[in-house]
Structures are given as C-alpha cells and as structure tokens.
C-alpha cells in the first residue's frame, strides 16, 4: 500500500441540498457568468479552473450523485426542479423559461444581479476602488447590499451563504439517501481556494477566521433543532456543533479576544436536540454577534488568529446524552443511596464486560444483615445505562466515490463509500476510520493475500500520522485530516483486524502476538507466530477480558 495524496476535507459540497442561498433566489434577475466576464475577466478565468465551475460539467454524471437522485426520486440532476439544482448549479432564465445555465459561479456566492450590477462598480470613468473616497465606498456598499449583493467585506453575509450549502439542511435526504450532512468547513481556508480579489488585510483575515466558525456554529443548531428523529443527521449536526465550539476555544485561548471569550461564557457547552426553542435562542444570539462583529469590523480583536489549525474532530460530550431523551423519566426505585432495610434490594448492576460481577456494593453506613449468597440479576433487560462506553463504537473502510481523485489534493471531493458495497479495482486508494474507547490501547493488523501480516497501528514512528483524539483514528492523516492509503497492483484480498484492550494483562499478554509482526516502520521480529494469526487473535480474544476483535475483510481486482 501506498499513501496518496488527497486530504479529506469533506467537501462534499452539499450534495442536492434545499433552500440553500441566503437570500431570495429569483431566477429572473440572474445575469449568467459571462456579463461578469465583461469586466471580471482575471476572475472568470480563476473560476474555471474551480471545482465550482466543474459541477456543471461533471457533477450529474458522478455515481453517488445519481444514487441519491434515484433513492430521492428525482429523475434529472441537472434540472431546475430537482432538489440538487440550489447547490450545485446556477438557474436563471433563458428565452422566458428557467435553466441550469452554469455550476456554481458568481451569483451563486454573490446573489443574482439584475439590481446591482450596474452599481456595484465605483462611479466615475476610470475610477479604481483603491483611489475612490471612504464616504464614497461605504455609500456604494450600503446601496448594493441594499439591492441584494453579498459582498466580501460583509463577512457574516459570506460565511451565511457559504453554509448555506456546506452545511445540508435537509434531514431527510441526508437519513434516506445516505447524503452527507455537510462538509468539513474552514470558512477562511475556503475563500482563499476561490478567491479572486485582491489579498485581504491582516485584520480581515482574523475576523474571517473566527466569524466563519462562530456562523459554522450557529447554521449547526438550527439544523439540530428541526431534526425530528435520531439519525445520520442529527449525528452530523451534533458533530459539527461540537467541532466549531473547539475551533472557537481554540481561538479563543489563542487570541485572548475577550468578545470571544465572553460569547462562549453565555452560551451552553452540551445542546439537547430535544429542546429546539434553546438551540434557535443560542442560534440567534450567535448571528446577531457575529453580524456586528462582521459590522464594526473589529478583526484587530483577533490577532493571529489567521495561525489556528483547524480542528477536524471533537468528541461530544457524554453527559447531556442522558439528557436528551425526549421525556427523562426518574428512575422508579433505585434511589442514590438506599437505607438498609431488613431485606436489602441491592440495586442489580448490568454484568461489566470484564470478568466474573466481584461484589462491590458500597456499605451505605454499617454492614447489612448477613445476605444470601449472591445471584445472578435476574429478569434484567442489558439497558447498559451510563456504563463504560464499547472497546469499538466505529471501524470502517471506505473508498472515495471517485476514484479519479485519488491523486488530487482531495479525493473525498464527491463522497465515499463502504468497501463493503463495492468491489474496488486494482490500486484503489482507501482510508481506515476508527472510533475506540479512550484510554485502551489500539491495534490494527492488515494482511494482503500471499503476504505475511503487518501491524499498521500502534504507529511509532507516525507513517500514517497522529490519532485524531483519543480513541480515534483515520488512517493515514496529515496533521490531523484524512488522507488516502493506495492499494497495490492487482488482483487480491485484503483482511484489517482491530483489536482494542482495556486491560493491563491482556495487553501485557498480546505482546506475544504484536511482537511476532513485522510494523510499518520496518521492524522485524525475530520469532515467529506458532499458528495462523486468526486463530492467535479468536484464541486471544476467548481467553481475555476486556478486549474487542473486528475484522474487515474486501477484494479488488
């Protein structure tokens, strides 16, 4: 195998989202890119060679895109009426009927222009922007953004209408027809993809920075509050949500703005999908802050902030999920701390997946009256409330939905899909995603047809980069974003074994398994397995408490 060099950033682009744009879309005040090309020649030309400008091209043509529409029920992707049409494409007017004129271009980020466009431009012949009068200019911008135009300098209004579409606001397709629920989105890295203006000041960029998340933010919840079941979407906004409030701390801790700091003292840490009146009040607060922020202009506020890495991955806190269920009923009887009574109902706890219950009922004040000998808890449904999370929540092998991009610098541009529901060909390229219990120590195996094994994971010398957080992992990664492993040429079968131990002796006893493999870092051992490495594993696993086994077996041509 061989690392490509594609870094997941989750572009999915919002595949067929709905009611995307942020303001009035009227396909009658379309003016279609080549008007722009009139004078925005430079600009036009930078479009083209956009992912933006492909989609018209390309986008009704990819395998997943079709998917969707038939699961959706739409017959055409590129038609005015399907629901793709807000996201991926331009609509306009052409000899008094609606079409698809173009991909996404310069109405869609800067709203249709029949009302701007002859005064967007500074007044006057030969009247550059950088000698026009302050008076002038804001004057002139008022009047635009007045008509409609979203322009750079209204930061908020960007960053609005950007996730409008990065971010996909339509439960239902995202749970029915395996749609994304958006993209991994760093507002600021984004804009300079597709900028065409001139570079920004320093200040703008730091307002850029933190406005583009704090909007991430904000879109996040209200989209949890209008999800009505538990799902794909819901995940996906409870992930985004909890991403943006890292990236702001991070921010926050790396400017020491104190604006910032006081937004994220007044809003909650943990979101109850259950609640949506809380999540739209936090949600109007947020835009209402950002919006004056972007306003009055005060990026001086967020030195550096330009610096922050962008966090691809946060944990969602464990405790609110006892909170949102949608009625929390108290538990009947087990309450805290029971009195002794003469005959002690000793609250029977689920089986801990390690070995044999040891009798560890806390003495509430002096020791009870002799008891029985202890029984199994009877008649008890394995509700498993508030225990130690699974060794494995998540292991998965997907391949980019376009194999084309394995080279590019963003293979997962269109999607990706299980290895389990494809056969991929010879030197496809893939990536490992694995969610374990924090703390326990994780180990994955990978064995090519007529190859010996090779322990991939622990990584000591980073060939495939760090752990996202602890407990998860994507394999391979760069600075934290996913990128792609190749496949060797030719036909063959693969097989990934995950092991994850949460016990010192158990995993103490697995050296003798581990240290039997050769790494990818080239160490070799100097013994041998006695047996086939299956049967060490289920032996392993049979035999130990405290330890997860998974396997994922896929071929290719």
């Known amino acids: 195998m061989t690392i490509a060099k594609g870094i997941l950033l989750f572009c999915f682009l919002a595949l067929c989202a709905n009611a995307a744009h942020s303001n009035e879309w009227k396909p009658e005040d379309v003016m279609g890119y080549k ?36 699961t959706m029920g739409v017959d055409r992707v590129r038609d005015t009426e399907a629901l793709c049409a807000d996201c991926h494409y331009t609509v306009g007017q052409e000899r008094g009927r609606e079409r698809v004129i173009s991909g996404i271009s310069c109405e869609s980020c800067h709203g249709p222009a029949k009302e701007w466009m002859a005064s967007h431009q500074p ?6 922007r950088e000698f026009e009068a302050p008076h002038d200019r804001e004057e002139r911008h008022a009047k635009v953004r007045a008509a409609g135009m979203i322009i750079p300098s209204d930061i908020y209004g960007f960053a609005n209408n950007c996730l409008g579409c990065h971010l996909t606001p339509n439960e239902k397709l995202v749970n029915t027809a395996d749609h994304p629920a958006g993209s991994s989105f760093d507002f600021m890295a984004r804009l300079e993809e597709v900028r065409h203006g001139p570079e920004p000041e320093p200040d703008e960029k730091d307002l850029r920075k933190v406005i583009g998340y704090a909007v991430e933010l904000e879109h996040s919840l209200r989209g949890l509050a209008q999800s009505k079941e538990a799902g794909r979407f819901r995940d996906g906004m409870q992930g985004r949500i909890y991403v943006a409030l890292a990236n702001l701390n991070g921010l926050a801790d790396l400017t020491g703005a104190q ?40 990026g001086a506020q967020f030195k550096n902030a330009v610096s922050h890495q962008h966090i691809d991955s946060a944990p969602i806190p464990s405790a609110p ?10 538990e009947p009887a087990p309450a805290p701390k029971p009195q002794p009574a003469p005959e002690p ?42 225990g130690p999370q699974p060794l494995i929540s998540t292991y998965a092998i997907y391949t980019p939905q376009s194999q084309q991009l394995c080279e590019t610098d963003n293979p997962w541009l269109f999607g990706r899909v299980s290895v389990a529901q494809t056969r991929l060909a010879s030197e496809s390229c893939f990536g490992v995603e694995i969610k374990a219990r924090p703390g326990a120590n994780v180990y ?16 000591s010398c980073g060939a495939f980069g760090s752990p996202i957080a602890d407990g998860r ?65 289920g032996e392993f696993e049979n035999n130990q408490a405290d330890v997860d086994w998974s396997v994922i077996r896929f071929s290719h041509d």
């Open 345 to 386: 109902v000793a609250p029977s706890q689920p089986a801990q997946p390690a070995a044999a219950p040891a009798p560890v009922t806390p003495a509430p004040t002096t020791p009870a009256p002799a008891k029985k000998p202890p029984t199994p808890p009877a008649k008890v449904a394995p509700k498993a409330p508030a």
């Open 444 to 459: 994955l195996i990978s064995q090519s047809s007529g190859s010996a094994p090779m322990m991939l994971l622990p990584d």
């Open 123 to 128: 007044e006057g012949d030969g009247v550059k």
């Open 473 to 537: 992992y994507h394999l391979p990664n760069q600075d934290g974003r996913a990128t792609a492993l190749r496949l060797d040429p030719g036909a063959g079968d693969e097989t990934f074994h995950l092991m994850v131990i949460d016990n010192a002796d158990a995993d103490q006893a697995f050296q003798s398994i581990s240290s039997a493999l050769p790494d990818a870092c080239g160490s070799y051992p100097s013994q041998q397995l006695s047996q086939s490495l299956e049967d060490a594993l």
């Open 259 to 298: 604006v910032l700091k006081d937004l994220l003292a007044q809003i909650p840490k943990a979101y109850n999908p259950s609640d949506p009146a809380s999540l739209l009040k936090t949600a109007d607060q947020i835009q209402k802050t950002a919006q004056k922020w972007s306003d009055d202009k005060i």
């Open 35 to 70: 008007e722009c090309a009139k004078c925005h020649k430079p600009q036009i030309q930078k479009w083209q060679q956009t992912a933006h400008h492909a989609t018209f091209r390309d986008f009704h043509g990819q395998d997943k895109a079709k998917q969707i529409a038939e």
């Open 321 to 330: 999920a006892a909170q949102q269920a949608p009625t929390p009923k108290p």
